[in-house]
Every structure is written in C-alpha cells, then in structure tokens.
C-alpha cells in the first residue's frame, strides 16, 4: 500500500503533466488573461508557482546534504528574480522549475520519504516529505485551477489532490478565515462533503476551528469537496460555484465567502 508520501508525489507530478501541457499551448496574450487569483493574470500565477518550486526544491536539497536551509535573503532575491521576468519567461520558468521539483520528490527511495526532514523556513520545526509535499501540493493544486479557470469556468481542483488536501484544511483555518467580519456572532454548521464523502463540524466565532459533527448545528453546508476546499481559499465566487453547493441555517453562502476571502 502506497504511503502518504507517494500519493502526494504522484499527485504532483500529474498535476505538472496536466498543467504543462496546458501551458506549452498557451500564447502571448493567454498569459495576459486574468485568473481565479484576484489580482494576478495567468503568467504571474505561473511565476508564483515557479518561484515556489525553485524555493522548495532549495529546501530539500539542503535537506538532502544535511545543511542548513537558505537564508533569509534567498527567498526574497528569488521572488525578485521572478517578478523581473516577462509572461513568456514565466511559462518558460515554471514549466523547467516544477519538473526539477517533481523529478527530485521522485527520486526519494522509500527510506528518504519515511525519515528525511526538511526544514521550510516559517514552521517551527522540520517536517516529513509528506507533509512538506502536500504543503507543496495545496498551493501547486489551487493555482493550478487558477490558471485553469482563466479558461474554463467549470475547471476544479484535480480529484486526485482532493482527498490529500483535506486533511490540512483545519491546520490552516487560522491562515485563511477571518472570523471577524461575522462582527461577534457565532454558529456552528454541519459540513457534508461529497466526492470523497467527509462530515465535519465548522465553529465560526473569535476563532475557526473544524469539529467533531454537532447533534444540533446552527446550520448546514453541502458541496462536492473540491468546492469546499476553494471556499475555504476564497476561490467559491458565484461564477465558480456548482448547483450542488448548499447553505442553510444561520449564516449565507454569501457570508461564507467573507469569512474565507483567499489570497
């Protein structure tokens, strides 16, 4: 049975493959599209995540040779590099980037994906491979459907990253909720997800936190869980939302949607 650590790898790399062959069709004025990130057009989304594997591939192999990862100036001078770039470099870039990424997850033997620890910079301790990949994994997947939709409405978040990435949306409650624009209500609902079937309950208060399913919710919210994982990144607006997507109780999709505004 394949381990965590290989499900995410090959989550990516078929999430490269699928992407790369969108992006080597890809023309000047595609890149100039807008995308499902506020703000930026496809070709920066294509830099964000070249730039990502750039700093993550530098974290693993610092990892790998038993040294320190890069400095505090190694990220920004990255970011730097790629923002100088023009739309067609940021294609080239990330097309060339990733698959050095996936190529090196891939190249771990079975004792690496158990044992190696890598230290991504902002958490207070080094983590495993698998949970550096699905971190990895959660911005690759969500991106991707933000270059993807610039061109389909319909697009969603690859099936195969769905199950991965559910397992961390409470960790990151605290990063992408703002519990504050509900001005001191509080109310807990039952989620419902299908596709893979999940129940949770969500507490919105001073604070966001995934529960245990309540006897007595305050309401309920029903979707496909690719869709709840983009509402909870601020990526469910009205134009991206299924029919099968559901809230009753007491509060809106609407206020959902604010309570999750994205980045």
Do not use: C
Request: proline share 7%; charged share 20%; net charge negative.
């Amino acid at each position: 049975m394949s381990s965590i650590a290989d499900q995410t790898i090959a989550a990516l790399r078929s999430g490269h493959e699928a992407l790369a062959a969108l992006v080597r069709k890809l023309g000047p004025d595609d890149l100039l599209r807008p995308s499902g990130a506020s703000d930026w057009q496809v070709s920066q989304v294509l830099s964000h995540l070249g730039s990502g594997a750039e700093i993550n591939l530098a974290a693993l192999r610092a990892a790998q040779a038993g040294d320190p990862a890069p400095g505090g100036d190694f990220n920004p001078g990255v970011w730097a590099r790629w923002d100088a770039m023009p739309p067609e470099e940021h294609a080239a870039g990330f097309l060339e980037a990733n698959e050095r990424l996936v190529a090196a997850y891939e190249a771990l033997d079975q004792s690496a994906r158990a044992d190696l620890r890598i230290d991504l910079g902002f958490l207070p301790e080094p983590v495993d491979v698998a949970t550096a990949g699905r971190m990895r994994l959660s911005e690759f997947a969500l991106h991707r459907w933000d270059v993807e939709v610039g061109f389909d409405p319909a697009a969603t978040v690859a099936a195969d990253a769905v199950p991965l990435l559910l397992e961390q949306v409470g960790a990151m409650l605290a990063w992408t909720g703002r519990p504050d624009v509900l001005a001191g209500r509080q109310a807990v609902l039952a989620v419902r997800l299908q596709d893979p079937e999940r129940s949770y309950g969500l507490r919105l208060g001073e604070r966001l936190e995934l529960t245990e399913v309540p006897q007595q919710p305050d309401g309920e919210l029903t979707a496909p869980a690719e869709a709840w994982l983009r509402l909870t990144v601020g990526r469910l607006g009205p134009q991206y939302t299924p029919d099968s997507v559901r809230v009753t109780g007491a509060v809106s999709l609407d206020e959902l949607r604010g309570v999750f505004p994205g980045f």
